[in-house]
């Protein structure tokens, strides 16, 4: 299943940047969102989604774990399957 995609910048950029989250922070950290926000300035698409365990987290309020490598690569295939390859650029902080 695709998570929900949080998209910055301009939709018909040559270039997508797909940001994954670190394992204690979502999508609006601090650091991803100046990181967004500065590539996007840049002229590039910026693409980012949650884990399913940080989409739980944010619906309960409660600490957990990352998913185990399995979830956290179908959820990555997932994503890339949905955006397509050409011009895809992925990365993460630190987990992602």
């Known amino acids: 299943m695709v998570p929900e995609l949080l998209c910055d910048g301009p939709p018909d950029a040559e270039r997508t940047i797909v940001l994954a989250h670190g394992a204690g922070r979502g ?11 500065g590539v996007a300035r840049a002229g590039h698409q910026v693409v980012r989604f949650e884990f399913p365990y940080m989409v739980r987290r944010r619906e309960d309020g409660t600490r957990r774990p990352p998913d185990r490598q399995p979830v ?3 959820t990555w ?7 397509g390859p050409d011009g895809l650029v992925i990365g ?3 987990m992602g």
């Open 27 to 37: 999508w609006d950290s601090p650091s991803l969102v100046a990181i967004a926000e």
């Open 72 to 74: 956290l690569l179908e």
């Open 77 to 83: 295939r997932a994503v890339i399957d949905a955006l």
């Open 92 to 94: 993460g902080k630190s």
